[in-house]
């Protein structure tokens, strides 16, 4: 695992994150500008800690997730809890 090469990329992600962030939300009053929370992601020698509990390297579910990662997207996982992004 390339541990310096998936945190870059999780950085250029959350600077593209950065640009279009704010979502409008509407309040009894008009409405306010509100950035989501974000989404922590804890890199273990042996897995990950990603959207839920531990995850080893070789759960297919994870290596799907680094490689969304790895080929500068938003992991695929996340779209039904974000479908707007994150």
């Not at 009053?29 to 989501?36: D, I, S, V």
């Not at 297919?60 to 969304?68: F, M």
């Amino acid at each position: 695992i390339d541990f310096d090469l998936i945190l870059e990329k999780v950085r250029d992600l959350n600077e593209l994150a950065e640009e279009s962030s704010f979502r409008i939300e509407h309040t009894p009053r008009g409405a306010r500008l509100r950035q989501p929370e974000p989404v922590p992601l804890t890199l273990y020698q042996n897995g990950v800690k990603f959207n839920g509990p531990f995850r080893p390297y070789e759960d297919p579910s994870t290596q799907q997730c680094l490689q969304d990662i790895m080929d500068g997207y938003f992991p695929s996982e996340l779209q039904m809890r974000y479908p707007e992004g994150i």
